[in-house]
C-alpha cells in the first residue's frame, strides 16, 4: 500500500520553496538545455548550411543515448570520479563531469562548420547526447536520494519546469543570438558559433548548482570489488569491448536486413511495419552480440563475472526479490502510462495543420502557451502529490490524459477556432504536466537507493518504449479511420491504465528502499 503520508495544504504550498525543489529548478535548466541543441536548433543550422534534409534526420540518432542510458548507468552507482569522489561526493561529482562534457561538446559543435565537416559535427552531436544522458541519469539518482518520497512529487514538478525553461533557452533563445548576427538570407558559421558559446555559458547554472548543494546523506552497501584502480580499469575495458560489438553488429546487421525491408514493403506490407520488424531484429542482434562480447570478456578473465553480477544483474534481482510477482504488475505500469499522451502526441502536429490553423497559431497556442500549462500542471501535480498521495494524483493525471483527447476528437468536428485551440491544449497540457509529475515521483519510490541510477534509468527506457513503437503507426491509423476515430481510440487505451494504477496501488509502496543491513532480507 502507498504510504499514508497526507499533508494540509500549507505543507504542500510550503514544499515548492524547499531548498531541494529550488535545486531542481536549476538542474532542470541545465538539463533543458543539451536536447534542442541536438534537434530543432542544429536542424535549422545544418539546413542553412546547405545539408540536405535526409542527412539533417540523420542527426536525432544522436540522441540515441537517452534510450540506452541504463547501459552505463550502473558504472555511475559503482564507479567513483577520481579526486572529485572525496571533494564533493558521488552524485556531485559525476554531475560536474557530466556537466563539463556537456559544455565542451557544445563549443565542439559552435566552433565546427557543417558546411566545411558534417563528420566532424556528426561526433560531436553524438558526444552532447552521450553527455547529455548522462546528466540526466546523475540529476534522477541525485533527485531520488536528497529527499523522502512526500516531496519526490514536488522536485519532480521543478525539474519538469526547469527542463522547459532551459528548452526555450536553448530554442528560441539560440535562435534569436544566431539572427542577431546573421543577416537575413545568407550563412554566417560565427553566428552559430556564438549563439552555442552562449549556450555553454548558460550551462554554469548548473554548474554553479551543483558546486553550491549538499550530497545527499545515503549509505550504500560497499561494493565486493571495485576498490582498486584496476578493478575500474578492467570494468571499463569491458564496457567498451561490449559497445565496439554492438556498434559493428548494428552497422553489419543494418546492411544485412536493409533488402529484406524492401522485399517486405514489396509484399504489400505497410513501410512502418516493415521498418518496426527489421528494425527490432537489428537491435536485438546488436544487444546480443554487447552480450556475448561481455560475456567471453568474463571467461576471458579480464572482468570478473561477479563485478558484471553485482553491476547489471543485482539491480535487476533486487527490483524482483522486492516486489514478486507484483513486479509483473509495476513494469506493465510503467510500460503504458503514458500511453494516451505519447500516441496521440506524435500525429498533434499534422493534426492542427489539418485542421487549417496557421503556423503562427501553431506556435502560439500549442508550443507558447501550452508549455506554460505544462509547467503549471507539472507545479500543480507536484502540490496535489504531497497534499492526497502519489496514486490518487497517478489516477487523476492517467483519467484525464485519456478525456483530453476525447477533447480532440470534438474538435476534428468543428471549425477551426482559436479559443477552442487554447480551451482544448489547456486542458490537454495541465493534465499532461500533472500526470508526468506524479509519474515520476512514483518512479523514484519504486527504486533501492543501492541501484539508483541503474533501476530509475530502466524504468524511464521502459516508460516511452512501447509507447513510441505504437506511436509510429499512428499515421497508417488516422488514413484507416480519420482523425475522430484515432482520438478516441487513443482515450480508450487508457482504460487499461486505470486499472494499474489501482492494482498498483494495492500492491507496492513508493518509498525508496534503503539498502539492506546484513542478513536482511532486501527490501524489508
Known sequence: ???????????????????????????GFSAGIPILLIFSTLSIWLREAGVERSTVTYFSWAALGYSFKFVWAPLIDRLPVPVLHRLLGRRRSWLLVA????????????????????????????????ASATQDIVIDAYRIEAAEVDLQAMMSSAYIGGYRIGMIVAGAGALTIAGLFEAEGTYAPVAWTLAYACMAGAMGVGVLTTLIVREPAIVRT????????????RFLLMFALAVVAFILANIVSGDFLSPWKADLMEGGMISELAGFITGALQLAFAIGCAILAAWLTT?????????????YIAPVRDFIDR???????????????????IVMGVMANVFYTDMGFSKEEIAAVSKTFGLFMTIAGSFLGGILSVRYGVIKILFLGALLSALTNILFAIMAHIDPNTVIFAAVIMADNLSGGLATAAFIAYLAGLTNISFTAMQYAIFSSVMTLFPKILAGFSGSVVDSVGYSAFFIGTAAIGIPVLILVVLAGRLTTVAPARPAAPNEKPGA
Open 99 to 130: 556537466q563539463g562534457a556537456i559544455m565542451a561538446s557544445i563549443l565542439w559543435m559552435g566552433l565546427t562548420d557543417p558546411a566545411q565537416n558534417l563528420t566532424m559535427m556528426a561526433f560531436a552531436a553524438v558526444a552532447l547526447g552521450f
Open 1 to 27: 500500500m502507498e504510504q499514508a503520508t497526507h499533508r494540509s495544504w500549507g505543507e504542500a504550498f510550503r514544499a515548492c520553496i524547499h531548498p531541494r525543489v529550488i535545486t531542481m529548478l536549476f538542474l
Open 222 to 233: 560497499d561494493s565486493k570489488y571495485f576498490h582498486q584502480t584496476g578493478d575500474y580499469a
Open 299 to 311: 571467461l576471458a578473465g579480464i572482468t570478473p563475472t561477479g563485478m558484471v553480477r553485482e553491476t
Open 323 to 341: 516486489y514478486g510477482s507484483a513486479a509483473i504488475i509495476v513494469i506493465s505500469l510503467i510500460g503504458v502510462y503514458r500511453i494516451a499522451d
